[in-house]
């Protein structure tokens, strides 16, 4: 009975170890089985793999980005330094072109207005002198008058003496006159009261006489012309 027993417990202890060990197996087999992390094992190098070839695109398309931004950043700051790939020539080149061209507008613009002036005058003289020269001696007498508004220092060298009918020094005064006021007569301008006694001394000399037939001293053709500007 006592053997009975003890060889059922040795049975039972028996199992035990061997259901134990089988676990054991199991559990060895199942983490074998489990640790086929194998796979695990073997993707390990391919991601590390591809990480690695990823690391090396990314670093190489870094390093064309930084290219590619370092190229245009040069040309960016080359074009701004340098627009037009001579700044500093075509700016100096402008600004003289500029200058020059205000030189040039400014003498048209007075080259026309003194033209305008001219043409005035002439158109005046046309009118005005009509009864007193013929038309043949007109554009003789008026070339000379102009000849004085384009220069106040000019002094005719021949005396006019061509009428159609008598004019007085009070005519040939009142006419170089309203000439020079139109072009600027007075203290500070173009235009002086001499300037107008000498070409009238020159151009009308026959005219320039007192009453007894002497030529009029520089201070009565002064005052004779100071008088005509006030009538």
Known sequence: MYLAVQYAFVGIAQTRKNKTHA????????????????????????????NVNES?????????????TTVTDSKVISEETNPGNEPSTVSAASASSTYQQGID????????????????IHEYLLYIMSPFVYEEDMDEFCTDLLRFAMDHNYRPEVE??????K??????RHLVWSIAIRLGLGKGKVYSNDDCACYIERRFASLCVTGSGEPLSSREKTDCYSISLHN
């Open 23 to 50: 676990c054991n197996n199991q559990t060895a087999t199942n983490e074998s089985t489990a640790q086929k992390p194998v796979f695990l094992l073997e993707a390990m190098p391919m991601v590390a793999e591809s």
């Open 167 to 172: 004019l007085s020094s009070f005519d040939v």
């Open 105 to 120: 507008d400014f003498y048209q613009s007075q080259a026309e207005s003194q033209k305008k002036k001219l043409d005035t």
């Open 160 to 165: 006019w003496k061509r009428y159609k009918t």
């Open 56 to 68: 090396v695109c990314d670093a190489e398309v870094v390093e064309e980005i930084v290219e590619k």
